[in-house]
């Protein structure tokens, strides 16, 4: 088993940034492929960036490329996502997912508010 915990969420005015946390515990992560998912109020949860195992490929969002980055550190089982020039309509719960085909196991943490003003 996996527990997720995230961190980083906050109030931030549009064009700010923040860094969001998902620290990893019960298992290494570092085999795991990783993403960040998140659901704005009324609309259905949706893909914002992930990386493979070991940080091989990553991809991300349309809406967010250019101004997330998601990362890991495998020596602190942590995966961030650093967001920038933010907006309004990044304003959603982040949710933090890791994972293994070959296992079939998937987690995910409890979420992180980011609320973007105007």
């Known amino acids: 088993q996996v527990q997720l915990v995230e961190s980083g969420g906050g109030l931030v005015q549009a064009g700010g940034s923040l860094r969001l946390s998902c620290a990893a515990s019960?298992?290494?992560?570092?085999?795991?492929?990783v993403g960040w998912y998140r659901q704005a109020p009324g609309k259905e949860r949706e893909f914002v960036a992930s990386t493979t195992s070991w940080s091989r490929y990553t991809s991300y969002a349309d809406s967010v490329k250019g101004r997330f980055t998601i990362s890991r550190d495998n020596a602190k089982n942590t995966v961030y996502l650093q967001m920038n020039s933010l907006k309004p309509e990044d304003t959603a719960i982040y949710y933090c997912?890791?994972?293994?085909?070959?296992?079939?196991?998937?987690?995910w943490g409890q979420g992180t508010q980011v609320t973007v003003s105007s």
């Open positions: 997912n890791v994972g293994r085909s070959d296992t079939s196991e998937n987690y």
């Open positions: 019960g298992r290494t992560v570092s085999s795991y492929s």
